[in-house]
């Protein structure tokens, strides 16, 4: 589905509403530049605009399918981008992702979106209004969508950093919480957030090198501003996965400590039973002289010692701390 | 034993179904070459063919015996690549390894499989449809070859992350699944993948690079997709291997958990008993003075009040979640 | 808020009080220099300022906003840094962390600084008692203010290792201690300096290289200092963390140890009341003929039977280290 | 010791039996060498040797000397090589090592082996009857010396391999088997043989590179070969490394599964014998009216109750799979 | 402290006692040159050497207070190394750590040494005594120090060796040894080590490469020699710091073994009390028609029976290993 298509202009959006193809044909000025969105296209469009685009197979395959990888490719002139796209689910407490594929030239930007989140018509209206990205052509559109993306990655790492703060008090509280599983799931998200993140540099430290002709020299500031956000990205998300495995042992050891309270809570209860379960086989035992058996009190005598036995104990164990 | 020969001329196999020395003696225009395929090759047959293209004595070696590691080599202008294959059996959850050797020259591929999987016949059939790739010649075939072969590595991954979806759905099962010898033997099997696809990269990548000569100019985006389906495999596994230890870990916390939960089932459904006997003890003290014992119902007296510990300790141990 | 701002000419500092405008202004002399210090500042302020200085926007921006990463950009002439600031904090055993923007031109320095610690009036006071480094103008600026926060790095660092050293004795006590919320903490504030410290060390070997503009070629010396000071500090943070993975090895150890002596005891402890019921269940038979039973000491002899029984149990496990 | 001496010329061994200075002497064709071997020399055949051929204080003080680290250093013309040998001790299921150290020059080789294994003289016969490698001279029995150690090496890791395989099995086996101290002397091994491969492969690569004089252009491609190999072994070592660690996990959770099964067991059987006490405490009770008490077949009831209280457990148990 | 002085002139000491003032004014010869020894040097000897010999403030400042890290800088002309040195004290099994910090000149050479292990009187002995390196002027004793310094890393490195050992043997003997300490103080010698070792391979890479003046090209390959040497500390102290983790682990595996065992010790020991207390309490029943209870040899019987189940449960248990 094609979600949006204009024509920019000496850095401004034109009215013109026509269809794509006529847009790309008055597209001749030299700053003149079309900009189409795609929205999870059909096979049948994905190949019209590739063919009226001169868009190179490979990268329209790539682009056709979802599940890519982060890359950078130049074909000629043509930049092709993939990157993927990342937002945080509160219902679920998960990172969902989603993928933008880009194709830059000198006078047109295909995006080619796959996935629910990370609509691009809020970075198209921002950019829209801001002359000095525009200024830049196609590699200004560049610019705004992988800022806009990798900002997004920051949201994302900030969401996570909150969700390790509540496994860390789970972890640490007195309750039994049985927290492995919550943590393996995760790890699990912060492993996805890698994938994103991660393979993405090695694309935008070229873009920030300069040698990629659709970014100009001084665009090169802007790109490096990004890369140092993605930096950003990494290092919270590998600091975040350490903190995790670190909890995860701290988990392990709560576990064993409290194992090791409840042993020695259950063994001092035993105790509680087993003394007076004794004293009663005492008074129990069948001798021809046992002067205690034949005392008027002796019957709740027994009963008292048995409770003072148990009572002793009671207090021994609480002293030191078995119960 | 030779399980395919053709020579290709303008881009196209031809019907000639002579002996494979006389295909070789016709491959004589510009674009002439031939292909020949051998599958679990007798020393003679690949003596006769290495003699009859001037296969290097070492490349020969190793194409004769398998379990090679993948690699790329340089003879002058032949090029020589041992590459393995991936494919998993679904019967035995299990990723069986074969592997190929090629000899690419300016007029001739030699092809050299070992073990089961991997056809090859699929991949030429689907390659004399392209014309695209081979007007590339020997180069195109290179690139068919490898293409296929990556194509299922990542059939493999997806198969791996189905598995270690299982694992993991059973590790935090309530059942008392003992997953570790699972889990050890799919990490083995991801070993087993990484030997297949990390030392491919280095290869792959210099056939990218564009300075081998068997490798066009313009067949090397070709080879940077095929680097990057590479990349895409590496990563995949390097997650699953790092999650399935993560499960391992979370798999010895429910061990340990439940090994908690039933000590204190144990324990509390001990007290249910002991605590009757302790009654049972007591009545069978032989006091003289001990009222209950000429009761009418001393009896039933007695085992009501043994029911009433036991359900009273029933109900507080439900309550506290012990039993 | 503008903390501080003054006009240095000659290697020292005039006691002109104007507004910075006009210090700026009067900075014309070729080694003349304005030092303006903002402290969580307004964005009309950082505004102003940016506008008279001709800051680049990207900079702007990252200064204005804390929780920034260390780094260095060029813009020009003009040089860029963010750098973190830590102190320890000894009523909380906590490591804070503060935040410095710098921009450094060829006449002109201005320091952001975000969060309560490391006032920069000490540094500016020392730095205007040493000759030797302001002359070398704003890029000796640029050193004085680097040195003084990797200084305190080195503080910092020093109290971590009090903190680990705390944390070994208390898990080789004898006590019952549950250090892992501490090693966590702790490994938690390590990942803290971690992340100010290595981000840091390509700026500073950028600056000790003597390809910035910013820092004259005599100064690469004290550069590389302060890079050998960082190298420092990021040694040690790495070794305090793995000494800490290998204590908190330690510490389930000792965990398990203790449950296994807690086991011993307590099933000794058990045998103590166990083997005197039976002997009081042997004597509480019904047998006709039991001579004990008729005994005029029968009783005393049980009784000391158990005892006895008891004291030579105590005596093996007191033997064996079991109690 | 002088093991054996001999001249070469054009790309054959001599029967000239003389004494080595002679044969050093008659050396003076283009591609005339002499080759010595010495094992555990004394410092006086060190010596004069050294001093014959003019070797390096240095080599030669490290080549007198054993445990060294594989290296290779150049003296002007001459290349000096220190390998570590490996071999396979079935008996003890041990791995042993070696050395070789190799003075190569343009006209003469010196190889200086200390410990048992890997002896040369075979290595040496087969060069001989090879004439494609002598031909390279100095530089072919270089070659020819490397290209046999590494693939010992091979044979290593195929016996550590099977060696892994039987760990295996013995940790998931139903018996209880401790493995930890087989694991370890394993991995011990494991270190030994990557700390004679890993240093090897920087010497190989460049021997392979071509900037070594001592090795002709048309001869890299053997030492890519042996690169080759010796990568494969790393890779095997590497990976082995890791599956032992993996197993180690596994057989930590087999010990806890299997004390988690032995508690259930046993407090099972405990239950089958607590339950029966407490119906012989309640008949054991003193009440007067107790009816069971006088029936003519009370006795016998008793005991089937008992016995059917023990059998109902024992069923319910063994169907719950605690027994 | 001064610790020694002396004018090195053609290779050799000269007897010249003279201040070393006089003695650096003597001199002027091409390869004369003076090496002061500085032991702790006070702030003021500090300080006078610094200023004759011209040396940079950094350096002096480095070098005047203990506890830096391994370097090696460059001031011009002159050469600044800082080393640290190591040695064992057998009383306690400890590392301890020194510093050397060196000032190389052309005709000059000021070592300062901080601590008490590493004199550098018998490294000078044995350097007077070798002409060879003696003649390479300040160089030369740059190499003899730094020689020394390593090998006595070695010597260090051969003791953590045996310390290792034993360590096995402990974890590894059927005794309960509490091995948990003595891993975790092993691990921090050998972080110390690394400490020492890991940061000066780069300056000896430096010296070795021949791009240092004050290192004459035919002098690198005995900074090669050393550089080996270094390399050597470090693998053994790696690979033993990878031992030791896994010998924890397999003294965590001990515990849980010996955990089991005694808990299956401890139920078989409580079988043979409990089985007893059942007979017992069944003979204990008040059943009229208890034929055993008339009988003459009632009460012999039922002790035998209750041997008989001890003594039966005791040799079942000893043949299934439970105790």
Known sequence: MIVDCALYRDGSRTDDDSHWRELKAKATGDDDFVWIGLHDPTPEEMHDVAEAFGLHRLAVEDA???HQRPKLERFGEM?????????YVDAEDAVETGEIAMFVGKDFVVTVRHGQGNELHTARSALEHSRQVLDHGPGGVLYAVIDRVVDEYLDVTDELVIDVDEIETSVFSADRTNDSARIYVLKREIAEVR??????????ARLASGDIAAVPEEATPFFRDVADHLARAA??????DALLSTAFDAHLAQISVQQNDDMRKISAGAALIVVP???AGIYGMNFRHMPE???SFGYPFALLLMAAAAGGLWVLFKRSGWL
Chains 1, 2, 3, 4, 5 share one sequence.
């Open 64 to 66: 056709g399918e979802p």
């Open 79 to 87: 930049v092709f981008l993939v990157i993927k796209t990342l937002w």
């Open 195 to 204: 994938r994103a993140v991660l393979p993405l540099r090695e694309p935008v």
């Open 235 to 240: 290092e919270t998300v590998d600091s975040l």
């Open 277 to 279: 379960t004794l004293i």
């Open 293 to 295: 058996l034949d005392w």
